[in-house]
């Protein structure tokens, strides 16, 4: 079955550091997300891409984040100087359509500890 | 505001009962309603969703859940509880651009 894969699973890294996080969408999609979970918490949703370029993001995705599809098969979201409250998990999700009840299927997550 | 919302941190059921998480959504025109399952350590998971039609959905693992309009509720339900299925549930609103989702009910089965 076609799935979601994320690398690293895991990334340590000191507060100021530029990190990227990568994806590969099941490769029919069509549109990608990005969600992150703190330890806790729920998960909250970050932004989607579609036709290589940002369909909506939240409050949460400001300037220190971005989003690219590099090539024809990965989604890598960037977080520029990394702080302390943006340890978390990372969630890449992909779909075949969006929204108003098409489902999303997730990574394995990239967790992400700032330290 | 679109949301949904899960009334309990944790529930604990013995082996072998039946099972039941709770969730209840607050959306305006008609709710897209999934729930998906986080194991340890593990990515989220679908179960299954309601779009339209059969208020009863069957979903994956066995699960299934009852969409109830007057309630404003989406249970998930299981008639038979396995130590397996102790993870963390995440109901979820789709009736949106992306997924909304509630805060997580932990399930632990005891055997």
């Known amino acids: 079955e076609p799935e979601v894969t994320q690398t690293p699973s895991h990334q340590v890294t000191q507060m100021g550091q530029e990190v990227i996080l990568r994806c590969v969408p099941i490769?029919?999609?069509?549109?990608f997300y990005w969600y992150r979970q703190i330890l806790g918490q729920k998960v909250e949703f970050l932004v989607s891409?579609?036709?290589?370029?940002?369909?909506?993001k939240s409050e949460i995705f400001d300037d220190q984040f971005s989003v690219e599809r590099p090539d024809g098969s990965n989604f890598t979201l960037k977080i520029r100087s990394t702080k302390l409250e943006d340890s978390a998990m990372y969630f890449c999700?992909?779909?075949?359509?969006?929204?108003?009840?098409?489902?999303?299927?997730f990574g394995e997550g990239s967790w992400l500890t700032v330290v | 505001a679109q949301s949904v919302a899960q009334p309990e941190d944790q529930v604990n059921v013995a082996e072998g009962n039946p099972l039941t998480v709770k969730c209840t959504y607050s959306?305006?025109?008609?709710?897209?309603l999934f729930w998906y399952v986080q194991y340890p350590n593990r990515g989220l998971q679908f179960l299954l969703k309601?779009?339209?039609?059969?208020?009863l959905v069957k979903g994956s693992y066995g699960f299934e859940a009852e969409f109830n309009k007057s309630q404003t509720s989406f249970h998930l339900k299981k008639p038979s509880a396995l130590v397996s299925d102790s993870a963390l549930y995440f109901c979820?609103?789709?009736?949106?651009?992306?997924?909304?989702f509630g805060k997580g009910t932990s399930l632990l089965v005891t055997p």
């Open positions: 999700a992909s779909g075949p359509a969006s929204g108003f009840g098409n489902t999303i299927y």
């Open positions: 309601y779009i339209t039609g059969d208020n």
């Open positions: 891409f579609y036709n290589n370029e940002i369909s909506e």
């Open positions: 959306v305006s025109g008609n709710p897209y």
């Open positions: 979820a609103d789709n009736s949106g651009y992306a997924l909304n």
């Open positions: 490769s029919n999609h069509l549109y």
